[in-house]
């Protein structure tokens, strides 16, 4: 049988509904902010080219706008603390280094922990499967997930990034956050429902035959950390299921925050 897959920081560092069936998500972001400290700003401008798809020379220094000399020298110093690489027949892609620095991003992350059980619980209380998302700009990243044992059941890789305009996920962090520059004019009445009632639900938006149900996990000062979703085939989280479903993530959401001690 086969299988459909769904789908800011601890204050705000944190890179955050549910998935989709397997696919690309690379997609366009927006630029980096000036920090005022220019080589770092520069260096971060040419990692996201390549992130988001420039691979010669030439692309990444189109799309940081930088002069070639100094694409040069900023790919060259990213390449010698191997935040770069240069593959034969593709050209310039992440390095080796990002991929460590993300695993201990990942393994240090407070709210991971303490979401963990909460999140477990989540999964087998209601037999599907369960995420934890924080932001990061315009998209949201899944930092934890739980499978359902289903055979049906959707999947989200840890680690997977997607835009706030589509998902339930998404509208909890347009409900509590700062605003996005994506167009979400289609799904501001429901963003008014998620923020009325506290949980949102969310119903092939992404995908067909995949929904979803989250709530806002905040931390002290009422400020939004995260969000906790379950997710599941649309034919067992019909609205139906799903308002059933919105109390018992809310009430995971409430479980972590007392462990934050908000």
Not at 39 to 59: K, P
Not at 116 to 129: H, K, N, V, W
Not at 132 to 157: G, M, Q, W
Request: charged share 25%; hydrophobic share 40%; net charge neutral.
């Amino acid at each position: 049988m086969p299988r459909t897959i769904e789908d800011e920081a601890w204050w705000t560092l944190w890179v955050e509904d549910e998935g989709d069936i397997r696919h690309d998500v690379t997609a366009a972001r927006r630029p980096a902010p000036a920090t005022g400290v220019g080589v770092l700003d520069r260096a971060i401008d040419v990692l996201d080219a390549v992130e988001n798809g420039a691979r010669s020379f030439t692309a990444i220094a189109d799309a940081t706008g930088l002069t070639k000399p100094t694409a040069h020298r900023m790919i060259t110093a990213l390449q010698a603390h191997g935040f770069l690489m240069h593959v034969g027949g593709v050209g310039y892609a992440l390095g080796p280094r990002l991929l460590n620095l993300a695993t201990t991003a990942q393994r240090e992350l407070p709210i991971r922990q303490l979401a963990r059980p909460a999140l477990e619980q989540l999964a087998r209380t209601t037999g599907e499967s369960a995420q934890l998302y924080v932001r990061h700009r315009d998209r949201r990243i899944c930092v934890d997930a739980v499978e359902s044992t289903n055979e049906l059941r959707t999947i989200v890789e840890v680690g997977a990034s997607l835009p706030l305009g589509r998902g339930s996920a998404g509208k909890v962090f347009l409900a509590w956050g700062p605003p996005s520059d994506e167009d979400i004019d289609d799904i501001r009445r429901s963003i008014a429902t998620t923020r009325r009632r506290g949980w949102a639900d969310s119903y092939g938006e992404r995908e067909q035959g995949v929904a979803s149900v989250s709530a806002p996990i905040f931390g002290p000062g009422g400020h939004l950390l995260a969000a906790i979703s379950v997710s599941g085939p649309r034919s067992r989280l019909a609205p139906l299921q799903a308002k059933r479903y919105g109390p018992a993530v809310v009430q995971a959401a409430g479980e972590v925050q007392e462990l934050i001690g908000r």
